[in-house]
Each structure stands twice: as C-alpha cells, then as structure tokens.
C-alpha cells in the first residue's frame, strides 16, 4: 500500500509530495518547489526513483535542481511545459501513464479521480491544479468519476486551464 505524503515548503507554501512505497523505502518525489536541503532530510532514508513535476511554475520547481543533483533520479513532467518553462526532463508525461513504485503504480489522473468520491464529503468541493493541455482529459475523467457533480475548468493569470473544480452534489 503507498502512503502519501506533504511537506509544505518556501514562502508561497507550495506543498511537496512523497508518494512512498514502505516495503521498499522507495518513492517518487513530486514538485520539490522550495527548501531543497530541507526537502532532502525529509525524504531521507528513501529511495526516489522519480521526481515527478505537475508543472512548471516557479514555486513548482525552485529546488529541482539542487534535489535532481542530489537525488540522481529521472525528472518527469508534461512536455509542453517542459519547452514552455524550459525545464530538463529525462521523460515526458501524457494522461494515463503509469509510475511504478515498488510493486504498486501511481497513475496520471486516473488514480486520483478514483478516490475523490470516497474523500469528498457531500457539498465538498475539490480543487486540483492540472497542466494546461489536461483540461478535457481531467474533466471527463472526473465526470465519469463523479457524475452527480458540477465539474468546471478555471484558467490562470496568462489564459491557461489551470485548475480542475469539483463541487459534489448533497
């Protein structure tokens, strides 16, 4: 079973994620924004055998260099922002790719719309911030996911789809 965890980090107190595999001290780190000596204690002992990248903004990647040389790991993130941002990837990401970590997988969108209908509370609302080019797969998968729901896209400062709301039904 993996185990997420959030390490709130740098002055717009971005959250970094460890999604770590326990039986195997392994895991993928996502979006090391700020704090890079303080993200690598927190990490340590783990094995990262990712860095993952939701985007490319600023408070998104700000230690990502100083962790990636560090840690050794391969840097994953979505191409466009990879040229938009130009930020080295060893990868690139599309809908529906599959993560491994130790013997399970984390998968792009998908396996996070599943568990918002066990985490949403009636009238709760979701937020989730997605990469510019994910905003018609990310609304259908949450559609299908949580079709009693209000599902709409917000755009950013610059006109990007920016941020993915759920608003569940009572």
Known sequence: MLELRKLTVGPYEMNCYLVLHPETSTGILIDPGDEAERILDWIAPTKIT?????????DHVGAL???????HAPISLHAADA???????DDF??????????????QV?????AQ???MLAPGGRALLEIGADQAVAA?????????????KILRDLTDRNRLLVIDRGD
């Open 93 to 106: 990401l599309e809908d529906g790719d599959v993560l491994a970590v130790g013997e399970d997988g984390l």
């Open 50 to 58: 990712r860095i993952l990248l939701t985007h490319g903004h600023p």
């Open 116 to 118: 918002i209908p066990d």
């Open 83 to 89: 040229q938009r941002f130009e930020l080295k990837s």
């Open 65 to 71: 260099v100083a962790v990636s040389d560090a840690l």
């Open 139 to 151: 609304q259908a998968i949450a559609i299908k996911s949580m079709p009693d729901s209000k599902v």
């Open 109 to 113: 969108i998908d396996r996070l719309m």
